[in-house]
T-cell receptor
Framework: DAKTTQPPSMDCAEGRAANLPCNHS???????VYWYRQIHSQGPQYIIHGLKNNETNEMASLIITEDRKSSTLILPHATLRDTAVYYCIVRVGDNNDMRFGAGTRLTVKP | DAGVIQSPRHEVTEMGQEVTLRCKPI?????LFWYRQTMMRGLELLIYFNNNVPIDDSGMPEDRFSAKMPNASFSTLKIQPSEPRDSAVYFCASSRRGSHNSPLHFGNGTRLTVT
């Protein structure tokens, strides 16, 4: 699986958009980009995933660059409850093992 | 759907004792994963199963650790004998292999403390 690089921490003002970057420069053509988050003491929670096209769901948007070497997770209107560690992971789609890095600790401030 | 169910939520035991952690995956899911999380090492994949068969156990730290999945609705992670360095939060996750890009669904974890 390709490795990912994320900033260790970020701050965001409540109500503003949170943009979390992820670099995956060695991603393969059949590897998807997944995003999870982990709120303190809970299990990781799936947010969104994509292959090439941008994706949007009720939680977030995922923007993947055309060369697929990086992506951005967007929380359009961050709330205090979005404070968590966010993990960007790449893996082959057919359910191979999923390995987590250190993630980005997002702190949403009032 | 009840989600992935893990038990117990908390376990405190003494060094040398056997510890068994339990997981019930989401009904219909045929892949199951065991993870361990510590401050020092983050979230580590220990082992995963497809259709009850262990596929990759390279993350299991030592022979003291063993995992089984006797049927599609139950898995155990056993540590025997336990050591203080095994103290961590252990997560179980499941997904539907074969379904296009099915994400993992995690339980709430078991917090293990070995004294």
């Amino acid at each position: 699986d390709a490795k990912t690089t994320q900033p260790p921490s970020m701050d965001c003002a409540e109500g503003r958009a949170a943009n979390l970057p992820c670099n995956h420069s060695t991603i393969s053509g059949n590897e998807y980009v997944y995003w999870y988050r982990q709120i303190h003491s809970q299990g990781p929670q799936y947010i969104i995933h994509g292959l090439k096209n941008n994706e949007t769901n009720e939680m977030a948007s995922l923007i993947i660059t055309e060369d697929r070497k990086s992506s951005t997770l967007i929380l359009p209107h961050a709330t205090l409850r979005d404070t968590a560690v966010y993990y960007c992971i790449v893996r082959v789609g057919d359910n191979n093992d999923m390995r987590f890095g250190a993630g980005t600790r997002l702190t949403v401030k009032p | 759907d009840a989600g992935v169910i893990q038990s117990p939520r908390h376990e405190v035991t003494e060094m040398g004792q056997e510890v068994t952690l339990r997981c019930k995956p989401i009904s219909g899911h045929n892949s199951l994963f065991w993870y361990r999380q510590t401050m020092m090492r983050g979230l580590e994949l220990l082992i995963y199963f497809n259709n009850n068969v262990p596929i990759d156990d390279s993350g299991m730290p030592e022979d003291r650790f063993s995992a089984k999945m006797p049927n599609a609705s139950f898995s155990t992670l056993k540590i025997q004998p336990s050591e203080p360095r095994d103290s961590a939060v252990y997560f179980c996750a499941s997904s539907r292999r074969g379904s296009h890009n099915s994400p993992l669904h995690f339980g709430n974890g078991t917090r293990l403390t070995v004294t």
